[in-house]
């Protein structure tokens, strides 16, 4: 017990929570955070000893010498480094809990006839009191862009972008995830050429071109409504897809259909980066991929976003495997790209602007400017760096609880000699 | 009749001779499959002015390391030597024993995962102590240079965790090779891998249909198996000398055992019983933990390490107490039941008891390349949690002396002491962090690695000439 409350430190925890029992008078979500190094992810960039003044949940002023309007609780953050909230990339928080309980995991659709369904939203399954939230957001993570996994078919179906501040439902447009190449070559007759055939087809029938009643449609009528939402450019689709030959495939199919896409994964992506800059289009780079995993990522390396970025390509961060419990990781991608040449400022646009823009959510969160949300996180060092963490988090403006039930967990036995 | 027994004496010799089992080391760790690694050291080097992490818990401000001969020779101030011997001006550079990973298992599981290479898990019965990973070993696995690029000179490549004994585990040194014989760690002991828990229950009870099917299964089929070892041991014990010829006893080898039919899979829990094997459980919760000591006690073994143990801060004491070491991630935790109560911190309350022996392993070809990452974030969660500091020099042991530990090979490697291997690694500053690259990395004295001249074509065979066009 006594360790914990000898060594505390007076800021955060115990100063912020005396500091907002105080100020019942003023609104849980205003604040005034003085003195940062505030990270903008924005075209200011870093601002040193700057102030940020939050009201009623939003960024009001980014500047120096701000005051507090009356009965404002102020953070004095002495030089320390104040962050957008993180992107916790695509992930399944809130529709998984535990993965290899089936039960519990609701990310993919597994429907034997009819298996493309870019109808189904997996945001509807979305749980805003998973135990990976507050996991996820004790380090410094804000948002996610809940991702449909493939399970039928390599349309997996939509997902959105949720915040991590309790409420129930996503921001911002849908996106419709879809895998290309060996990952999926399973779903769709055991080639990736089938997923080009399979896709005109519906691209078609979305279109209005193949009859409603073709016995051979692959696409229920929402379905077709949907898809012909996203060929409206409405939405972005975001695609996992790794080799640059699909790539270079998809850049084809994405202009000839006139569809905004996003490529995540991406191993090779380097190896296109001219052509994906000049299409506008954005990686979502798995910076710590650097081995051939599979056929379709031979030419991996640890520069892929470093050489993406120079040659103009928005970099966003994503991983694969355990996204949504290794959430805690997306700074580990962003700190691994700098050391591998990416500017700093791009590794945190990475994990703040970046995905928020490509997500369709740029207005709302991903910068500290004002009129944003107030999703914020102040930092004990480089939030790019393992070695520090995040000491506070703050979500419209909100303090979120720096604990989850990991941090509980801890505490118990932090506590405790030996167990019987 | 004296001539047969004499030929069969003079085989014996040769085995023993090609095998180069310890002296008075039982059969049942003979090993038909020796080591051929060589050390090929450079000249005499002397590394100047780094910041240097001895393994030993001690740090060197501003200190020099001295390599001859493939050994650390010297580490200390100002070290003095001939105009002979290479200098590397390491200012600003920190200086580490060479990494270890406890587990991994690169060339068993190789890049690109394509099922002809699928090699690690041996899914055909629940205890096959009988197969080596050794002989799965891929040695142009890419993975093993990504691992070298992040300053691992020796691993261990272990079996998978399908089944309850899933067989032998091998200490490699991390250098390229056609061989796995060539990376072999000469004189380090096998491991011996075993799994609690949900994947064997889930692969023989829920996937084949056959025990176990439970963790009441699981328990049962590992003290079946331990009781026919101990059995078998009995069966071989040596027995007294009948004193019939002038050579000796007609019954027995060289070892002193007494013969008898081998069984590849009762030799390797035997091996295990009497010590000459370690014993590596994979084991996430801390009542199986607990469970697995008793068994240890059941039947005589020790074991060596518990890995994964998501749930070992909830045994730290128990573990410390006891001398079992226990392998961890920093931040793997809930992909699935086994795993939920993960925490940020574990490695941190593993390494707070007195006499503990945490360690930082990976179990992946990504975690292996950065295991100075994952310590990172341990001791920033040990911060947040207002724990005392970990100090680098504290942290480095859990992935360099604390491995060697765990594997047996603390006295060759895991800390840079006179004498040891020069198996060394030079930073770009302090490891701790996602920005610390390794520049050199030097394995018995060789410079195996050097970020500064990559090498001009690829190491795996499988990557070379992939990049033409």
């Known amino acids: 017990m006594g360790m914990l409350n000898k060594r505390r430190r007076a800021w955060p925890g115990a100063t912020l929570v005396a500091l907002l029992v105080m100020t019942t008078a003023a609104s849980a979500q205003d604040l005034l955070v003085r003195g940062a190094t505030v990270a903008t992810a924005s075209a200011r960039g870093n601002v040193e000893d700057a102030d940020v003044l939050v009201q009623g949940g939003i960024i009001r002023a980014v500047g120096r010498g701000l005051s507090a309007p009356a009965g404002v609780p102020v953070v004095e953050a002495k030089g320390r480094m104040l962050t957008p909230a993180l992107f916790g990339g695509i992930t399944e928080i809130g529709i998984e809990e535990v993965s290899g309980e089936s039960s519990t995991v609701d990310s993919a659709l597994k429907i034997g006839e009819q298996p493309l369904r870019p109808e189904f939203d997996v945001t509807l399954a979305y749980n805003p009191a998973s135990v990976l939230i507050p996991v996820a957001r004790l380090d410094g993570i804000g948002f996610t862009a809940l991702g449909a996994a493939t399970g039928g078919g390599f349309v997996a179906g939509q997902g959105g972008v949720v915040r991590f501040d309790g409420s129930a439902d996503p921001i911002g447009p849908r996106a419709l995830f879809l895998r290309l190449g060996a990952a999926a070559s399973e779903l769709t007759g055991q080639s990736r050429a089938a997923q080009w055939m399979l896709l005109q087809q519906m691209v078609d029938e979305a279109r209005g071109q193949v009859a409603a009643d073709s016995p051979h449609a692959l696409l229920t009528p929402a379905g077709r409504r949907t898809l012909a939402r996203y060929l409206s450019g409405q939405g972005r689709i975001v695609v996992e897809v790794d080799r640059a030959a699909d790539i270079r495939q998809l850049l084809r199919w994405a202009a000839r259909e006139k569809v905004k896409i996003a490529v995540a994964g991406g191993a090779e992506a380097w190896q296109l980066a001219p052509e994906l800059a000049a299409a506008k289009v954005p990686v979502f780079v798995d910076a710590l991929g650097n081995l051939p995993t599979t056929f379709d990522q031979i030419g991996a390396t640890l520069e892929n976003a470093a050489r993406l970025q120079r040659a103009g390509v928005p970099v966003a961060f994503a991983q694969r495997d355990d996204a949504s419990h290794n959430a805690r990781k997306m700074r580990q991608l962003a700190g691994n790209a700098v050391a591998n040449g990416l500017p700093w400022a791009d590794g945190l646009a990475g994990l703040t602007r970046v995905p928020a823009e490509v997500l369709g959510v740029a207005d709302q969160i991903g910068s500290i400017e004002p009129g944003k949300r107030a999703d914020l996180v102040l930092w004990e060092g480089d939030p790019l760096d393992v070695a520090h963490y995040a000491e506070q988090v703050w979500l419209g403006g909100r303090a979120m609880p720096m604990r989850s039930r990991q941090t509980e967990l801890r505490d118990r036995y932090l506590q405790r000699n030996a167990q019987p | ?469």
């Not at chain 2, 070491?325 to 490695?347: S, T």
């Open chain 2, 1 to 469: 009749m004296t001539s047969t027994l004499l030929r069969a004496g003079l085989g014996l010799a040769l085995v023993s001779l090609s095998t180069a089992p310890a002296v008075g080391a039982s059969r049942f760790v003979a090993d038909p499959y020796p080591s051929t690694y060589q050390a090929h050291p450079d000249g005499p080097l002397l590394i100047q002015n780094a910041t240097v992490l001895t393994g030993t818990g001690q740090r060197l401000d501003n200190a020099d390391v001295l390599l001859r001969d493939g050994r650390i020779v010297a580490v200390g101030d100002a070290l003095q030597v001939d105009a002979s011997v290479t200098r590397i001006n390491a200012d600003g550079k920190w200086v580490t024993p060479g990494l270890i990973d406890v587990h991994s298992h690169l060339g068993v599981y190789p890049s690109p995962g394509v099922g002809a290479h699928s090699d690690g898990n041996e899914m055909t019965a629940p205890v096959t102590a009988n197969v080596w990973a050794e002989h799965s070993v891929w040695p142009q696995d890419p993975g093993f240079q990504a691992a070298l690029a992040g300053g691992v000179t020796s691993m261990q490549v272990l079996p998978g965790s399908a089944n309850l004994v899933g067989g032998r585990g091998v200490t490699l040194k991390n250098v390229p090779a056609t061989t796995y014989q060539a990376m072999k760690f000469p004189g380090a002991p096998w491991g011996l891998k075993m799994a609690c828990g949900e994947n064997p229950k889930r692969v023989y009870g829920g996937g084949k249909g056959v025990a176990p099917a439970t963790r009441m299964g699981n328990v049962a089929g590992y003290r079946a198996a331990f009781i026919d070892a101990a059995d078998y041991i009995a069966k071989n014990k040596p027995k007294p000398a009948k004193r019939k010829g002038w050579f000796g006893s007609d019954k027995g080898d060289s070892a002193g055992d007494a013969g008898g039919k081998r069984d590849l899979k009762l030799d390797t829990l035997a091996g295990a019983i009497q010590g000459d094997i370690r014993v590596h459980i994979h084991c996430y919760r801390a009542d199986e933990m607990a469970t697995m000591l008793d068994l240890s006690k059941e039947f005589g073994f020790k074991v060596a390490a518990f890995h994964h143990g998501v749930e070992a801060y909830k045994l730290a004491d128990r573990l410390a107490a006891e001398g079992v070491c226990g392998a961890l991630w920093a931040d793997w935790w809930g992909f699935k039941m086994e795993a939920f109560d993960g925490i940020a911190e574990n490695i941190a309350l593993v390494d707070r008891p007195k006499n503990s022996c945490a360690i930082v392993h990976s179990d992946s070809p990504e975690g292996i390349q950065r295991l100075n990452q994952e310590a990172a974030k341990v001791m920033a969660a040990a911060r947040r949690a207002h724990m005392p500091e970990i100090a680098p020099e504290r942290a480095i042991t859990w992935m360099t002396a604390n491995a060697a530990k765990a594997l047996g090979i603390e006295a060759q490697t895991g800390t840079l002491e006179a004498g040891k291997m020069a198996d060394v690694v030079i930073w770009n500053g302090n490891p701790f962090s996602s920005y610390a690259l390794a520049e050199q990395v030097f394995v018995d004295g060789r410079r195996v690695y050097d970020r500064s001249t990559p090498p001009a074509t690829p190491r795996s065979d499988f990557q070379l000439g992939q990049e033409l066009r």
